[in-house]
């Protein structure tokens, strides 16, 4: 997993929390408490060893861990790829183009980076449904994406996150509706 998402996990813990929930955490998880290179990528265990060792230290549940740091993680994501969107794009446009747009320049730019893959399929007006796929099993991460843009644009009373399949499969479901 890109060194970014270990940075920003970094800047979560100690914002919601402080800095030596941040180094408890680390030490928890049997890691180094030098920080993670934002540049670099890191094996996906030491995201499922931070994530669990943070289950458990909080009491929440990992999905739900996941789906706060997907929220949290939109407004640094946007920055990031800003050149690839297009500023009338809504929640679910941005949807409908994560995959074509960020995903697939961030496959071709970086060739040790496996971002999930997001099969959209567009219902209507304001409906779609998304296929994510990836052998991480981090879908919550993807629900709380969705959330978070919904929260980005200014639609987060307006839009209905509801994911149809278990969260921690390769394959997740999640059908999003504009009401």
Do not use: C
């Amino acid at each position: 997993m890109h060194g970014t998402i270990f940075t920003l996990l970094k800047r979560y813990v100690q914002t919601q929390y402080d800095h030596s929930t941040w180094v408890r955490l680390l030490d928890a998880a049997g890691l180094s408490a030098a920080d993670f290179n934002h540049k670099s990528v890191y094996p996906d265990e030491h995201m499922y060893a931070l994530v669990g060792q943070a289950a458990q230290m909080t009491g929440i549940p990992t999905g739900e861990l996941h789906e706060k740091f997907g929220e949290y993680l939109v407004p640094d994501l946007m920055y990031m790829y800003q050149k690839y969107l297009d500023p009338n794009w809504r929640t679910l446009d941005m949807l409908e183009h994560t995959e074509g747009r960020m995903h697939t320049q961030v496959r071709r730019e970086h060739t040790e980076n496996a971002p999930p893959v997001l099969e959209v399929k567009r219902l209507g007006e304001n409906e779609l449904l998304i296929n994510y796929v990836s052998a991480r099993r981090m879908g919550g991460l993807a629900v709380g994406i969705v959330r978070g843009l919904a929260a980005y644009y200014d639609e987060a009373d307006r839009i209905d996150v509801m994911p149809t399949t278990s969260e921690d499969g390769e394959r997740v479901q999640i059908h999003v509706r504009r009401t």
